[in-house]
Every structure is written in C-alpha cells, then in structure tokens.
Nanobody, 127 residues
Framework: VQLQASGGGLVQAGDSLRLSCAASGRTFSSYNMGWFRQPPGKERGFVAAISWSGSSTYYADSVKGRFTISRDNAKNTVYLQMNSLKAEDTAVYYC?????????????????????WGQGTQVTVSS
C-alpha cells in the first residue's frame, strides 16, 4: 500500500491541526494504521495507532488526551487530530501501515515496524 500524508504546517502553541494519510489500493481495511514522528535531531517514535476496523486505538503517553487517531475505510484515509499543540510536538509526522495478518496495531506501536511508510509531513509548533 502506498501512503500520502498531508496537513502539516506552522501553528502556535495551543492550536489544533489535523493530519491526513491517504492510502492507495483496495485493501485499506486489511491494514492497521499508525502515526509516528521524528523531532529534530531525535529518532522516530510512536504517536498513535488504530486497528483495521477502527475499534481499537493506542497512544503514546505524551499525546494521550490531546491527539485522536481515526480512519475512514470508505475513503482509504487515516487521520490524526492534534489539539492543544505544544512546542515539543514539533516533528516530521509519518503515517504507517501494517497488514493485520502480520502485526497488530499495538505491536506496530511497540515495535515501530511497519510494512509501508508515507513520505512525512512537517508540523512546527511555535511557543
């Protein structure tokens, strides 16, 4: 599956932003989806994941209560709604896909391993 992330930008602390990740192909519902991010000078880390059906979601502690992951299987798209943004949320955000036959959404978050990655979208939060 090919992934195209969008929606990044420059915002102020406290603002909201919604990222989108459009997937190609007809088997989107076969994939658990996730978002990861790489802050400047740091390694890429887990942000959120959602199961293929949308029934289960997982979040990094740093974003719980502020970020919401969702998906629309009819539109082959996964979203990341980011509220109450902080300067430390500044990063390149990547969407990722894992075949549900290979790895659960939770396992993807723990391992950081994915079958496919999007190209990344920059989110910059000014304080």
């Amino acid at each position: 599956v090919q992934l195209q992330a969008s929606g990044g930008g420059l915002v102020q602390a406290g603002d909201s932003l919604r990222l989108s990740c459009a997937a190609s192909g007809r088997t989107f519902s076969s994939y658990n989806m996730g978002w990861f991010r790489q802050p400047p000078g740091k390694e890429r880390g887990f942000v959120a994941a959602i199961s293929w059906s949308g029934s289960s979601t997982y979040y990094a502690d740093s974003v719980k209560g502020r970020f919401t992951i969702s998906r629309d299987n009819a539109k082959n798209t996964v979203y990341l709604q980011m509220n109450s943004l902080k300067a430390e949320d500044t990063a390149v955000y990547y969407c990722a896909a894992n075949s549900r036959a290979r790895r659960t959404a939770q396992a993807m978050g723990v391992s950081g391993v994915a079958d496919s990655w999007g190209q990344g979208t920059q989110v910059t939060v000014s304080s």
